[in-house]
């Protein structure tokens, strides 16, 4: 089965803090994605990568970074946190052997800023 | 994407099957019916998916119509865990963003 975890179920920070999420997959997938998830707005891509070093833009990247340095790892950064970035956030990956190969997704971040 | 459309809520009883109904009218031929379901304060869990054959696995069966118009999803015999929020989802995969996005979903309820 694909394992996607994620290091933390509820975070608590302050306004300004730096903070890291981390994400690890065990499936050898390429592809990994950040989203955000809040009432009413639905499912919200933040960032992708769709290998090693490599990162794409999604829908709301502002005041988020990514880092992947390692296949297995991705990892979201709120350069500067402020309260709008209260959520769940949710981490996926997939295999890009085939176009319609699915999204598992790990069990999610609530991350509350205060 | 092509839209779905899903009744917000539906019950049944534990033990027997659950047929979740999704309306994809508009539907291409290269997109993909995908169904993911929620449960409270966790994340998206992927189910099953399929093109236009009825599909199968260990966790549900995909039923597609003949003109793909509309699918079904069966939970053989549902359990109180499987109390969730179930998403259907058309994907067209040609593209170079492959994000999820979620509809409102329809609200499964399991009773004992």
């Known amino acids: 089965d694909v394992k996607v975890t994620q290091s933390s179920r509820y975070l608590v920070k302050r306004t300004g803090e730096k903070v890291f999420l981390e994400c690890v997959q065990d499936?050898?997938?390429?592809?990994m994605f950040w989203y955000r998830q809040d009432p009413g707005l639905g499912l919200r891509l933040i960032y992708f990568s769709y290998d090693v070093k490599m990162k794409e833009k999604g829908d709301i990247p502002e005041g988020y970074s990514v880092s992947r340095e390692k296949k297995e790892r991705f990892s979201l950064i709120l350069e500067s946190a402020s309260t709008n970035q209260t959520s769940m956030y949710l981490c996926?990956?997939?295999?890009?052997?085939?176009?319609?190969?699915?999204?598992?997704f790990g069990d999610g971040t609530r991350l509350s800023i205060l | 994407d092509a839209k779905t459309t899903q009744p917000p809520s539906m019950d049944c009883a534990e033990g027997r099957a659950a047929n979740l109904p999704c309306n994809h009218s508009?539907?291409?031929?290269?997109?993909?019916v995908y169904w993911y379901r929620q449960i409270h304060s966790q994340g998206p869990q992927y189910i099953i998916h399929?093109?236009?054959n009825n599909e199968t696995n260990e966790m549900a069966s995909l039923i597609i119509t003949e003109d793909r118009k509309s699918s079904t999803l069966i939970l053989p015999h549902a359990t109180l865990r499987d109390t969730a929020v179930y998403y259907c989802i058309v994907r067209d995969l040609t593209g170079a963003n492959s994000k999820l996005t979620f509809g409102k979903g329809i609200t499964l309820s399991v009773r004992p």
């Open positions: 996926a990956s997939s295999s890009a052997g085939r176009a319609n190969q699915p999204q598992h």
């Open positions: 499936m050898d997938h390429e592809n």
């Open positions: 508009t539907i291409s031929g290269n997109e993909y």
């Open positions: 399929g093109l236009k």
